[in-house]
C-alpha cells in the first residue's frame, strides 16, 4: 500500500527536480519495478522464513513453563 502512494509521488517529484536541469533526461519506469520487485522478494522471504521457524517449532516447548 504504501507503494502504491509513494511511487507516483517520487516520480512526481523527481520529474519536477529534473526539469530544472539544462540537459533534461526523461524517466523510465523500469527502476521503479525493479526496486518494488527486490523489495517484494525479501518480504516475502523474510515472512515464509519466519512461517517456516514458527510451523517447524515444537509446542510442547513454547507451552512449558520454566
Known amino acids: 500500500m504504501a507503494n502504491l502512494i ?18 533534461r533526461i526523461t524517466q523510465n519506469i523500469a527502476p521503479y519495478l525493479f526496486v518494488g520487485a527486490v523489495i517484494f522478494f525479501i518480504a516475502f522471504g523474510l515472512i515464509a522464513l519466519q512461517c517456516l521457524k514458527t510451523a517447524m517449532a515444537n509446542p510442547v516447548k513454547s507451552l512449558r513453563a520454566d
Do not use: G, R
Not at 509513494?6 to 536541469?21: F, G, H, I, Q, R
Open 6 to 23: 509513494a511511487w507516483p509521488l517520487a516520480y512526481a517529484v523527481t520529474n519536477k527536480w529534473l526539469e530544472s536541469y539544462a540537459y
